[in-house]
């Protein structure tokens, strides 16, 4: 399988085809839900099979993490520090009142892996969203990742050839 995972190009086609993105969303939100949600989950399997996030990292260098009281108790746990101090140290109150992680790129990402893996907010651990069921409530979500996530571009880029949607050229795709 040949995918597309220079973050450079990515971030190129997401400006490049944002209009067609946005057509493509429209076209999926027609499509029965149950069948998007099982081509989806299928080419995700076989793209993150294919793709190293160790060798990548960029969704770790490019969000704001938000947490919630059991992401807090989870992760404070895991760095065996008190509350107070995980709070000076890592977190900040977003715009909203949310907690967030305070700096960008992520303190816990070395050498593009996580340091608090077992202990990684839920929003980590649902990243890029392509498992979850009812994918058609999620599309806003992972198409802001295509400029950004190798596994969201290709999983996309498949789809579209996948469905036959109508905009898309299929002489620039990845091979699978
Ligand atoms: S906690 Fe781990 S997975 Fe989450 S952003 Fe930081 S390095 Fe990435
Ligand atoms: S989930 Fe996507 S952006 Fe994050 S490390 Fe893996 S390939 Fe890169």
């Known amino acids: 399988m040949e995918l597309e995972t220079d973050l450079n190009w990515l971030k190129e086609m997401a400006l490049d085809r944002q209009e067609e993105n946005l ?3 429209e076209f999926l939100l027609v499509m029965d839900s149950d069948a998007l949600d099982a081509r989806v ?5 076989k793209v993150s099979a294919a793709i190293d996030c160790t060798t990548c990292g960029n969704c770790c260098r490019s969000f704001i993490v938000s947490l919630d009281d059991a992401d807090k108790k989870r992760l404070q746990g895991h760095l065996e520090i008190s509350a ?3 709070d000076r140290k890592y977190l900040e109150r977003s715009q909203m009142g949310q907690w967030v992680f305070s700096h960008i790129p992520c303190s816990f990402l070395k050498d593009n892996r996580c340091t608090v893996y077992a202990g990684r907010p839920g929003d980590c651990r649902d ?5 979850q069921d ?3 409530a999620h599309l806003q979500a992972i198409l802001a990742s295509y400029g950004i996530c190798p596994i969201v571009y290709n999983v996309i880029e498949l789809l579209k050839e996948e469905t036959g949607f109508p905009n898309h050229n299929p002489d620039r795709d990845p091979e699978i």
Do not use: D, K, S, V
């Open 23 to 25: 057509l493509f969303r």
């Open 127 to 131: 990243y890029p969203h392509l498992h």
């Open 41 to 45: 989950h299928a080419l995700n399997g």
């Open 134 to 136: 009812r994918i058609n």
């Open 84 to 86: 107070e101090t995980m």
